[in-house]
């Protein structure tokens, strides 16, 4: 039987990036959610991938179809609550996104409430056909994008994800909007690394504006705000166009992560340790140190007395149950006295 991660705990003290919290409504999924499922969704062996790495993926979808997930309550609360975040946003001028927020969870109990609801977890589970929480750091529970300010640059250039599975919801009206469309590459990684030149698949997290061949590019048409895709971001390869008229374009990002301890961990840790925020390292630390005591809590609830010398085969459980605690400190190390923020581009 697979074991399952009991859900990561909220931190309990506010990063120093968060200026101000935001008082507001409280969140009712009664009132605010209107939970559709999708009407098409697109497996990873839809996309190309073989079946090892389908094996080492919680969940067969690749990426679906708009589905609703907010009332139009829902969409008109959400929608004032990140206006009113919008000055807070970061701008820069990196090759990803140069309009974003961070930690939205963070300033405001409504998006927080939202992210985490059991009814939209169970919903999305179903979805993706594997358990699902809340991303363990804060920064990727709900992440959000405005339009740039320079209308002649993407929304969002050509990327995958740092994390593996998010649901990419409209929040503004996508129907007043011209150009500012989501767009995503059918294909595999190993395809994309190719046809860009690159020299490793971890590269594509970085964003490019190339053209694609158009025949691969699928356009995703939002009915109205408040609709989502959910998909394995960083399988698979997605882009917010240029606007083609200025126009107001907000998404949220909602992150999350399977709950299931068999599968290797998604989270782009390495990647993180180039970001200016100091606070996302303290996160990473807290995602490895939560993916650890998990997995040591199921190796206490499996060790059991046998015969024969069993120093090998315990050695090797105690070391994979901490392997992502490992990983993360010797990225720290790696990177220590050598960041400079020149990457700070992420969005997920």
């Not at 166009?241 to 999350?256: D, H, K």
């Not at 400079?340 to 997920?348: A, I, K, L, T, V």
Request: a negative charge; glycine letters at 6%.
């Amino acid at each position: 039987m697979t074991a399952l991660a009991n859900p990561p705990p909220f931190p309990a003290d506010q990063p120093t990036i968060v200026a101000r919290v935001l008082e507001g409504p409280a969140f009712d999924p009664k009132r605010h959610l209107a939970l559709e499922p999708p009407e098409r969704v697109f497996t990873l062996e839809d996309f190309g991938y073989d079946a090892e790495t389908q094996a080492r993926s919680p969940s067969k979808v690749a990426v679906t179809g708009p589905f609703r997930i907010l009332s139009d309550d829902g969409v008109a609360v959400l929608g004032d609550i990140l206006r009113a975040l919008a000055p807070d946003a970061d701008r820069l001028t990196g090759r990803r996104l140069s309009v974003f927020l961070r930690r939205s969870v963070q300033r405001s109990a409504f998006v927080r409430d939202m992210a985490s609801d059991p009814s939209l977890l169970r919903h999305l589970s179903a979805i993706a056909g594997t358990p699902l929480c809340p991303h363990s750091i804060p920064a990727m529970q709900a992440f959000v994008n405005f339009a740039p300010e320079d209308q002649t640059r993407s929304v969002d250039s050509w990327h995958v994800d740092s994390i593996g599975l998010d649901a990419v919801m409209m929040v503004s009206d996508p129907t007043a909007l011209k150009g500012g469309r989501l767009e995503y590459f059918r294909g595999t990684r190993s395809e994309l690394a190719a046809l860009l030149g690159l020299d490793e698949e971890g590269q594509l997290v970085l964003g490019y504006d190339v053209p694609l061949p158009p025949e691969r590019v699928v356009p995703v048409t939002f009915p109205a705000a408040g609709y989502a895709i959910f998909m394995q971001g960083d399988l698979v390869f997605h882009r917010a166009a240029p606007l083609a008229a200025p126009g107001e374009r907000i998404t949220l990002v909602a992150g999350f992560l399977a709950r299931a301890l068999d599968f290797p961990d998604r989270t782009n840790t390495a990647h993180m340790q180039n970001w200016r925020e100091a606070d996302i390292l303290v996160d990473a630390t807290r995602h490895a140190a939560w993916l650890a005591r998990e997995k040591l809590s199921v190796l206490l609830e499996e060790l059991a007395y046998g015969p024969g010398d069993p120093r090998l085969q315990l050695a090797e459980a105690l070391e994979t149950a901490i392997a992502d605690a490992s990983r993360v400190a010797e990225e720290m190390r790696a990177a220590a006295g050598t960041s400079d923020g020149s990457e700070d581009c992420q969005e997920r």
